[in-house]
Structure formats: structure tokens, C-alpha cells
């Protein structure tokens, strides 16, 4: 800390209270916040979904939404004022002297405008270019960001452009007026990981040669912990710790601090390191009942058909290729009580694939048995009335999408019990969700709440109560643990490790997270562009892969030098 | 397991209500939280309760012509005047309501299960039947609605059953494309594939899972069209298609007083009018309480 004490930060927040008007009262979202942000650094903010991370950045670009308002404390960035500053003021700083990203690139660009356009908006607005030379800076401004061929991408709009690209234009747009400080808010969060890594070390890039100061909110401890010089630990709305990258890592000094660094699956041997130690149980055993397979896909086809009318289709007729492949050729299997990694980066075909053995897709080609059966000869659309429907279940994405909004979890829960175990007694229906409910750990009297009275893993574990209580065979686990917190991630993955251990349930476990992957898997299948890659025990494709692209997808993985090795104790330094 | 971590301590310490307690909470905190949707509310109870006690009550019958008592103004004895029948005006506007609130609320009704049906299938399925039935319904709306509401009527017979379905033909194409949009986002949701992993028919999916989740907008659209539905009704009258006299319903009654209003007695088409104001104003007010209310999101 004693360099920042020589110049005076660019950035200083001082006691920052901020408060939501809300239908049950006034709600403290961030709680007495200091922070700095010195000229030329990169200052992370680490912490988990309400920690009001992301509301010290809008209270420092003053965009609060209307029912938020600074209570108290001082926001003073390179002498200015800006807790009290006007509106005229802060819509000249903005996009001039602070800059912003956003989480979603796509929604942060205007859909209608191309975005050469978009950045000749903001270098007009801040008086960095004449309409003349406008269009010149902006395809520099695109070069800048390394877009290829940028003269031609001057003129496409934002759907034409992939999410990393996207990104890469709203930090084109970011930095165009080179701004002395960029607030970027979890700017790769929804990417693949190789374009994670291109986008943050072109941001490190950029912000280094020009000098810039960087505020990074993350929910991210690797990622903040490989591009941050310090980190700011954030919980429930105050600061809980602010250190040097790595006094953070070997250090730790709070103890949310040491329990969200467990919960990042890097440093972790097993599911059960996730954990707390207190809550730390014996590992529940492996174990392949049989080699017999208990689902065999074998040579997955599904092409989709090419857009366009009738004409369209009789252009392309007698061509082969016409439409698009998204899954070409695959073929794998799962004995019982296996768990198998599907990963790969977005629209690799893992998806499809595990709609297909789903049954809720189609395929065009291929077989899929499950125990011996051809499941392909039921369509999908009948296959709702199969009795291999209570044997195959699935976990969704997203726990909030997956759930109804009009059915309180009692009723998700129930939903495939009336339909597939044709339950009809409400009292033992109730009876049946109540013992599924303490199997998952979910407490009672949560059971009659819509979803949005519930937090995201609660919504998580009424889903894997849904999808077990048919005691299915085999389970295909949709990125299950993508929109959550570490610590609800670390949670949710040794109750996913126990239920199976329990039911001897296989699983397919999609996901583009190698980390969790390693942790929860006994093989991996690594998918791209719609065919297998690398198949094999998941110690062995990860540790020594043969794949090139399987290397690449390792080495993007952000892990800060200072985050001790898999398996190594975590907080023993601080304990010693 | 770890609850600590998942559940906050108000999560826990939360009762569990009975689904008509929790339902009238949500109620009180929708009326209680913006003042006009209360107002809506109270004007449309007021407006239920005159027509369902309003004949029964009425202080003349409103029927009952007196030639002696014929354009009165406003007295104490006959608040809104007499008409040029000596017909007491102040009962057939109330004695109006239940005619005009049956006829909008009936073919509003129609129009939104049979809009709302035909939409949804046409979002869910989509194929030949949604080609169909867009096209049905851009023909139409290619007619000036009230003229096409005039030619159904005039074509099948004047009665108020023809009334309420030339209504409810003329107000479809609203429900259907709202019904259509909201399906078709919903289709491949998660919770619809959840559904589906869960064993439910397609049917129940699309009428047990998703319609109900397409209700918020709708029911603005409901409230919206009903007012809409009353002027039409009213208007129908007035043109002279419609109801007959001397059934009192507020559009004859304006087109009756209309012919008046040069000789100075105002009193025979304002009232009525007034009326149809108000009710109108109602509906259009109900809206954002409606959508409110029917919303889950709304309730914590």
C-alpha cells in the first residue's frame, strides 16, 4: 500500500453508502466502501452475486438505477468530485475520462447502428473528431482492438459479429476518447475461455501502453488474481479485505476470503477440498457398476436445415451439404455409475448432443442405446409418453429459466411425479417432495415459494430434485453450476457427487469448465465444431492431452502463479 | 449439507400461509401501492354493483312514458330530467349498465379464449395452421373494424347475440397476436423442456405451462378492449344497429337525446354520454392494477 500513499490515487472512495428504495423499505446495498485506484493500476473487485460490487461501480459512474441513491461518503477521481457532480458534468466524464464494460456485449451495442458507427458516436460526442475524420479514427479505433480486416467491419452491425468480437468493439468504443480509468464489469463472463483469455490480455494490453487504470469486478478469483496487481474482497456489501495479489493468494487474511479461494475448484484435489472444513464429509466411493454400457451413442448426426423459402430449397437441391451440421459423426458411451465430461467451447454441438440422448431433439443419423434399447426408433415428440422417460433426466443451465415462474417449487418438484410415476394422492405426493427436498438439502417450509423467491441455489436444488425424483438411470447435468457462485458451485457439485453416489445414477455432465469437469468426471469427451476431439480418463486428457485444441482449452484457463497447486492445503500459511 | 450458505435467515424464519391469504395480501399490496389502480377498482365495483342491484333500486320505471312530464330539466324529483317520452332518465342510465356490461363482457370473454386459443397454437406449432390463421386475421383487419362490426350485424340480424359476436370477431386479432408472441418466445424455454422431460403432452404444456405465463399482457390487452367493446356496443345502438328501443342502453339513449340538444334540453345525451365516459375510463384505468395482479414476479 505505501506506494499510493506518494501520489494521490486517480481514483478514491471514501465511506461509500449506497441504498435501494425497495417494496419492504430501504435496502443497504454497499455499506461504508474505501477503495483506490492508483494511476496505471489494475485494482480487482472479487465477490459473489449481491456482494455490491457492481453497485460501487454504477455509484462511481453515477448510474444508479432510480430507486438506488449515494446515502453517504465521497467519490474523488483526479480531484474532481463526483458523488455530488451534476448530471451535465458526469455525461461529459463518461466515455471521456471513465469508461465502462459491460457483462453482455451483444445487448450493450445498438442493434440497428453498425458499429463503426457506434464509435464515431462517441469520439463526436466528446469532441475527439470531426465528422471528417471520424470514420478514419474509428477504423483505427477497430484496428486498435485487433478486428481483422476492420476497414470492412467499419460497416457491420453487432449480429453480424461473434460475442468476442462484439467485446472487442465495446472496448474499442470504451477506450476510443482514452480514458484514465475503464471500469470493466465482468467483461468476459458468458465468453469461451480462449476468447476470455485473447479479450483480457488485450484489455491488459491496451491499458498498459496508454497508461490507463483499470477497475476489474469479477466474480472470478483466477481471473482477478492473473490480470490484477491488488484485489478488493467484497461480502455482503463491505470490503472484507484489500490486499496485493499475492499476500491475497498466500495470505488470506479474512476468512470469506479463505472460504471463496477453497471454493475456486483450481487449487482443489477433490470436491470435498471445495468445502469448508468443518463440512467436509469422507469422498463418496467411485464406482463403474459394469462395463456393460448403459448408453451407447453411436455415429450422432443432426444437421439442420439451410434458412430461406421454397426457392431457396429447390436451389439447393441435390446438394449434399445444404444446411448446417451441429453434430457430425458422434459416438461415445457411458457405463453405469460412470460420470463423463462433455466439454467444449459454445456452439461445439455438446448441447445438441446431449439434447438427442435427451430425446427432446431429433436426430438425423445415428443410434443412441440406452440398456440395450434403440431409443431413436420413439420420436421425440412421442417419447414424453415412453417409459424410458422417467429413466432419463436432465439438469438445466439456468436454474431460474428451468422453473416455472407460476409453480411454487413443491410444484416443479411434483410435476414428473404425477405425469410419470401417475401419483394421484396429494398426501403422499407431498410426502414423496418432502423427502426429495431433504435429500437435495432444501428446507421445508421453501417448498411453497415461486422462483423468484428464491435465491439461485435453492432454484439449483428444486431443479435437481425435479430431475431425480424419478430416480432416473441416467442424469445429463446442463452446465449446472454456470450461473452460480463458487461457494454455491462447490455446494451443489458435492450434493451432485453424493446423489450419485447414492442412487448410482450415471452422469453426462456438460460443461465448458475444464476445472469443474476434472473435479466431478471419471472420463471427458472434448467436443469441436461438432465432432470428438479427445476422448479418455479425465486424469490422463487433462494432465497430458493429445489434442492440440485440448491443450489450448487448458492453457486459456486463468490461473494466477500464486494459487498453490491442485491438492496443496489452501490456508495453511495463515493458520501456521 | 450446507445451508448456512444457501438459505437467509429470513428465508428460514418465513410461515407458511394459505394460498387465499397470500392472494389477498398481494391484492391489498397492489391496491395500496398506486393510488389509481385503487380508484379503478372501487369505479368498477360501483359499476358492477349498479348493474347487478340497479334495477331493483331505480326510483321510476324506465320504461313507463308520461306525456305530461315529457323534456323536463333536472329536478329533485328526476335528478337527470325526463326525455321527450317523460321517460325519468336518471333510472335508464342505471337501469342501462347491466345491458351495456353484459354485452362488452361477453364478447370480450369471446374474443379472448378464442384469440388467445388460436394464437397460442399458432405460436406453439406454428406450420400451416399459424400461415392460416395470420392471414385470417390480417384480412380482418384490413376492414375499418367498426364498419365491418356493422355489416356483421347488419347481415345476420339485429339482436343483441349477433351484437356480442361481431364484437368479439372485430377485437380477435388483438388477443391472437398478443397470444401468438408470447407463446412463441416461451416455446423452447427451459421450464417448457423441463416440462416436457417431466412427461407432460404437448397440450398440457402449452395450456397448463405456458398460457397462464402469457397472462400479464394480456390482461392489459383485456382491460384495454373492453372499453373499447362498450363504445362499439354503444355505437352500434346509436347508428341504429343494435339494440331497439325502447330498451334503454346508453348509445340509443345518446342518439335519442342527440336530435334535442339544438332546442337546449342537453340533459337527454349528456348523462347517458357520462356514463359511457366513465365506464370506458374504468376499463382503461384497470389495466397495470390487472397485470399486477396476475403476475407472479409482482409478489415477494
Same mark, same amino acid.
Given at each position: ?381 412421442? #417419447? ?193 | ?22 392472494? #389477498? ?73 347491466r345491458l351495456d356490461l353484459l354485452i362488452s363482457v361477453s364478447a370480450v370473454a369471446l374474443s379472448?379464449v378464442c ?33 365491418l362490426a356493422m355489416g356483421i350485424v347488419a347481415a345476420a340480424g339485429n339482436t343483441i347475440q349477433n351484437i356480442v359476436i361481431a364484437t368479439a370477431i372485430i377485437n380477435l ?56 367493446a362498450i363504445?362499439n356496443a354503444a355505437?352500434l345502438s346509436?347508428?341504429?344497429l343494435g339494440v331497439r328501443?325502447?330498451t334503454?342502453e346508453?348509445g ?49
Amino acid at each position: 500500500m505505501s506506494i499510493h500513499l506518494h501520489n494521490p490515487p486517480l481514483l478514491a472512495v471514501r465511506d461509500l453508502c449506497v441504498e435501494f428504495a425497495t417494496r419492504k423499505g430501504p435496502v443497504t446495498a454497499v455499506r461504508s466502501v474505501n477503495l483506490q485506484v492508483a494511476k496505471g493500476e489494475t485494482l480487482g473487485i472479487v465477490g459473489e452475486s449481491g456482494s455490491g460490487k457492481s453497485v460501487t461501480s454504477y455509484a462511481v459512474m453515477r448510474i444508479l438505477d432510480r430507486a438506488g441513491r449515494i446515502v453517504s461518503g465521497g467519490i474523488e477521481f483526479g480531484g474532481m468530485q463526483l458523488h455530488d457532480a451534476s448530471e451535465d458534468m458526469m455525461s461529459d466524464l463518461r466515455g471521456r475520462e471513465i469508461s465502462m464494460i459491460f457483462q453482455n456485449p451483444r445487448a450493450a451495442l445498438n442493434p440497428i447502428r453498425t458499429v463503426g458507427k457506434q464509435i464515431e458516436d462517441v469520439l463526436i460526442r466528446h469532441a475527439q473528431a470531426t465528422h471528417e475524420q471520424a470514420k478514419a479514427k474509428a477504423i483505427e479505433a477497430l484496428e486498435r482492438v485487433r478486428i481483422r480486416d476492420a476497414a470492412r467491419r467499419y460497416h457491420a452491425y453487432p449480429f453480424e459479429l461473434s460475442g468476442g468480437m462484439c467485446q472487442r468493439v465495446v472496448i474499442a468504443i470504451a477506450l476510443a476518447c482514452k480514458p484514465q480509468l475503464l471500469i470493466a464489469d465482468e467483461p468476459t463472463t458468458g465468453l469461451d475461455v480462449t476468447t476470455q483469455k485473447a479479450v483480457m490480455e488485450l484489455v491488459r494490453e491496451l491499458t498498459r501502453s496508454e497508461g490507463m487504470s483499470t477497475l476489474l469486478i469479477t466474480h472470478d478469483l483466477g481471473l482477478a488474481g492473473e490480470y490484477c496487481d491488488r484485489i478488493v474482497v467484497m461480502e455482503k456489501g463491505e470490503v472484507v479485505e484489500q490486499q496485493d495479489t499475492a499476500n491475497l493468494f498466500t495470505a488470506p487474511a479474512h476468512p470469506y476470503t479463505r472460504r471463496l479461494i477453497r471454493s475456486t475448484p483450481h487449487a482443489a484435489a477433490t470436491i470435498r477440498d471445495l468445502m469448508p472444513d468443518d463440512q467436509r464429509l469422507p469422498l463418496p466411493p467411485t464406482m463403474i457398476v459394469s462395463a456393460e454400457p448403459l448408453l451407447e451413442v453411436k455415429n450422432l448426426v443432426k444437421q439442420f436445415d439451410a434458412p430461406g423459402g421454397v426457392l431457396q430449397r429447390i436451389k439447393n437441391r441435390g446438394k449434399k451439404e445444404a444446411g448446417y451440421r451441429a453434430v457430425d459423426n458422434v459416438s461415445f458411451s457411458i457405463a453405469r455409475g460412470e460420470s463423463v465430461g462433455l466439454v467444449g467451447e459454445s456452439g461445439c454441438g455438446k448441447s445438441t448432443t446431449s439434447a438427442m440422448v435427451m430425446r427432446l431433439l431429433d436426430a438425423t443419423a445415428g443410434s443412441i442405446r440406452f440398456k440395450g434399447q434403440e431409443l431413436t426408433a420413439v420420436t421425440a415428440a412421442a #417419447f414424453a409418453r415412453s417409459p424410458q422417460r422417467r429413466e432419463l433426466q436432465m439438469v438445466f443451465q439456468d436454474p431460474h429459466e428451468s422453473l416455472n415462474p407460476r409453480a411454487t417449487a413443491a410444484q416443479s418438484i411434483a410435476d414428473p411425479l404425477l405425469r410419470l410415476e401417475g401419483m394421484t394422492n396429494n398426501a403422499e405426493i407431498r410426502a414423496r417432495v418432502e423427502a426429495l427436498a431433504t435429500q437435495v438439502g432444501l428446507q421445508h417450509e421453501l417448498l411453497d415459494r415461486l422462483p423468484h423467491q428464491l435465491s439461485g441455489g435453492q432454484k439449483a436444488r428444486v431443479g435437481i430434485a425435479r430431475a431425480i425424483s424419478t430416480k432416473p438411470e441416467l442424469l445429463i447435468l446442463d452446465e449446472p453450476t454456470a450461473a452460480l457462485d463458487v461457494s454455491v458451485q462447490a455446494v451443489v457439485l458435492n450434493l451432485l457427487a453424493d446423489l450419485k453416489a447414492e442412487f448410482g445414477m450415471s452422469y453426462l455432465f456438460v460443461s465448458h469448465d475444464l476445472e469443474v469437469v476434472r473435479l466431478l468426471c471419471d472420463r471427458v469427451i472434448v467436443m469441436r465444431a461438432g465432432s470428438i476431439v479427445e476422448s479418455g480418463p479425465t486424469a490422463q486428457v487433462l494432465s497430458a492431452p493429445q489434442a492440440e485444441y485440448t491443450r489450448e482449452l487448458l492453457s486459456a484457463i486463468p490461473r494466477p502463479a500464486h494459487l498453490p497447486a491442485h491438492g496443496a492445503p489452501v490456508a495453511e500459511a495463515v493458520r501456521a | 449439507m450446507n445451508d448456512a450458505v444457501m438459505t437467509s435467515p429470513i428465508a428460514a424464519a418465513a410461515p407458511r400461509t394459505s394460498a387465499w391469504s397470500r392472494g #389477498f395480501a398481494h391484492f391489498r399490496y397492489v391496491m395500496t401501492s398506486n393510488p389509481v389502480t385503487f380508484l379503478a377498482f372501487v369505479m368498477l365495483a360501483a359499476m358492477i354493483a349498479v348493474a347487478v342491484f340497479g334495477p331493483s333500486l331505480v326510483p321510476h320505471d324506465p320504461l313507463a312514458t308520461a306525456a305530461d312530464k315529457a323534456l323536463k330539466p333536472p329536478t329533485w324529483q328526476h335528478w337527470f330530467g325526463t326525455d321527450q317520452l317523460g321517460r325519468d332518465v336518471f333510472s335508464r342510465v342505471v337501469v342501462a349498465t347491466r345491458l351495456d356490461l353484459l354485452i362488452s363482457v361477453s364478447a370480450v370473454a369471446l374474443s379472448f379464449v378464442c384469440g388467445a386459443l388460436m394464437g397460442a397454437c399458432a405460436g406453439y406449432w406454428g406450420g400451416w395452421f399459424d400461415k392460416l390463421s395470420g392471414r385470417m386475421l390480417d384480412t380482418i383487419m384490413a376492414f375499418p373494424l367498426f364498419v365491418l362490426a356493422m355489416g356483421i350485424v347488419a347481415a345476420a340480424g339485429n339482436t343483441i347475440q349477433n351484437i356480442v359476436i361481431a364484437t368479439a370477431i372485430i377485437n380477435l386479432p388483438f388477443y391472437a397476436r398478443v397470444a401468438r408472441a408470447e407463446v412463441s418466445i416461451r416455446r423452447n424455454a427451459g421450464y417448457v423442456q423441463a416440462a416436457r422431460l417431466s412427461g407432460n403432452s404437448e397440450l398440457r404444456i402449452l395450456i397448463a405451462k405456458i398460457l397462464p405465463n402469457t397472462l400479464p399482457p394480456m390482461m392489459v390487452q383485456l382491460s384495454l378492449n373492453m372499453g373499447w367493446a362498450i363504445l362499439n356496443a354503444a355505437g352500434l345502438s346509436f347508428i341504429g344497429l343494435g339494440v331497439r328501443p325502447p330498451t334503454a342502453e346508453w348509445g340509443i339513449m345518446v342518439a335519442e337525446g342527440a336530435n334535442y340538444i339544438v332546442s337546449g334540453e342537453w340533459w337527454l345525451a349528456l348523462f347517458p354520454g357520462a356514463a359511457l365516459m366513465l365506464a370506458v375510463f374504468t376499463f382503461n384505468l384497470l389495466g397495470d392494477g390487472l397485470r399486477d395482479l396476475v403476475d407472479p414476479q409482482r409478489r415477494t
